[in-house]
């Protein structure tokens, strides 16, 4: 007898359990893509029975989740701040807890006309979260990353958020001579040693978007030392972090002369986004 959707998920959830905290949820999102469909599909026709074809392909997706692949890189995208992303192995998955940084740059009193700069843009997720909040704001993503550039730039196309631009750069170098009112970045900031590179989806990231020196503070540390040539008076810098660094990201910033330095937790109560001002 063939499968059902109601079936098929309950024997993936089984045989998942063992590779994921999320086996129930990754095997319906695997399911909806097989099946092109609604997650309401799934509650709405649960006896539907699965084609042969649709069985292969999903028993073949669950034996890559099996095997440690993310559910992102399966199905080609993730969402965040409510976007539908595509995503590849040459740049991070976007997390909900950079959603953080996104609410805390549109809470920040800027002007209607705001320039602002994305650093390490990979997917452009922070870059397209904040353009699809506010229209007249003029936003630049950088990577250092060909691919990722492309990427993004594929983002912007699907999603047709036309005002902003993405550009490949090594952080700061292809934006010189210019100001920005908000300067927002999700830098590298695990240490090479971290036990958690060694386990779940990051074992399929590129190291490059992960691992930092100076036991993860490098890239912040270059970041909001050269952004004071880049920030317009008055401008914000965020930077998201660990959450065990946010005493020594406040300690850079203090040290570099910003001022009004700020710390924001995520969902989970942890420490997650630093930011402050560049005086007049």
Known sequence: ????????????????????????????????????????????????????????????????????????????????????????????????????????????????????????????????????????????????????????????QRLGLQHVNFLQSNWFSEVENQKFDL????????EHDDEHLGQGDVRFEPLSALVAEDDGMADIKHIITQARDYLSPDGYLLIEHGFEQSIKVHRFFAQMAYINILTVKDLADNDRVTFAQWPK
């Open 183 to 190: 300067i927002v970045s999700n830098p590298p900031y695990i």
């Open 1 to 156: 007898m063939a499968d059902t959707v109601e079936s098929a998920i309950q024997s993936a959830a089984l045989l998942l359990e063992s590779s994921t905290d999320s086996a129930k949820l990754d095997a319906q999102v695997l399911l909806l893509e097989v099946l092109n469909k609604p997650r309401s599909y799934l509650f709405s026709w649960p006896e539907k029975q699965l084609t042969e074809q649709q069985k292969a392909l999903y028993d073949s997706y669950c034996q890559r989740r099996l095997n440690g692949e993310p559910v992102a890189h399966i199905t080609g995208t993730r969402e965040f701040w409510s976007l539908s992303l595509q995503v590849n192995a040459t740049t991070l998955i976007p997390r909900p807890d950079t959603e953080t940084l996104v609410e805390t740059a549109l809470g920040l009193p800027l002007c209607d006309k705001a320039t602002v700069l994305d650093l390490g843009t990979g997917t452009g997720a922070i870059a397209l979260a904040l353009a699809s909040e506010q229209p007249h704001w003029r936003i630049t993503g950088v990577d250092r990353i060909a691919e990722a550039v492309a990427l993004s730039t594929l983002n912007k």
